[in-house]
């Protein structure tokens, strides 16, 4: 028997690897960096084959890890972490340089290593990759943002394609608690505000804040953050 909830207990920073593919800048949050060796130093670490950066890796052979700092401002984690670089300039209004052709992202971050691609490993739903380290630089003394810290405090979640990614067993039960919430009224004079949160990035839509109850949303409405609509969000039990 496999209990997912061990995998909690496993320690993670978090970073963002980038590439160059076809001229285009790419790049993706990850959170399985590792270092194999000190001497001649290589490092490892894995990304979904559903993610564009994946495909970019391999075409470049090249790439460049960024390690995150708790002083990152958020909209460049979620941009990072919830997009698509086939969809979307990510480096576009985020600071970079560029360090032997590779892009390196620079906001908010306490160093960077770039590396060439030696090797590949097939993992069914992921490719660890696997780096020569030709070069880094320290940026800040920032302290480095850990997976624990951005759970607990920026209150986000792990995208579906993370090798952390764990469902949350009660989301089919909450969804269905929408529906029936959805279809009842509450008097003017006695509105009940209900918190619902996104179970793709975990932000939390308050009514109390927003002061239009959820239900009362457009069909088309997304979600801020990471940009899904709203039958990605389940009601909060309190």
Not at 58 to 73: D, G, H, P, W
């Amino acid at each position: 028997m496999i209990d997912n909830n061990v995998f909690r207990d496993i320690s993670y920073g978090l970073y963002i690897v980038s590439t160059k593919y076809e001229n285009k800048n790419v790049g993706c949050v990850i959170n399985t960096l590792s270092q194999v060796t000190s001497e001649n130093p290589i490092i490892s670490f894995s990304v979904n084959k559903n993610n564009f950066t994946n495909e970019a890796i391999k075409a470049s052979k090249k790439f460049a890890i960024s390690i995150i700092s708790e002083k990152i401002k958020e909209d460049v984690i979620f941009k990072f972490g919830y997009n698509s670089s086939k969809d979307m300039d990510k480096f576009e209004n985020t600071d970079f340089i560029i360090e032997s052709g590779m892009p390196v992202v620079t906001d908010g971050m306490c160093s960077y290593i770039v590396c060439d691609l030696i090797q590949t490993v097939d993992c069914g739903t992921h490719d660890i990759f696997v780096g020569r380290v030709t070069d880094t630089k320290k940026i800040s003394n920032d302290k480095e943002m850990t997976y624990r810290y951005y759970h607990e405090v920026i209150k986000a979640v792990a995208p579906k394609n993370a090798p952390t990614y764990i469902e949350d067993d009660n989301i089919n039960d909450n969804k269905n608690q929408n529906k029936s919430d959805a279809e009842k009224t509450n008097s003017n004079s006695d509105i009940k505000y209900e918190k619902y949160r996104c179970i793709i990035c975990g932000y939390i839509y308050d009514e109390a804040t927003e002061k239009v109850k959820f239900a009362d949303l457009p069909a088309d409405w997304k979600c801020p953050r990471c940009g899904v609509g709203k039958e990605n969000f389940v009601k909060v039990n309190e």
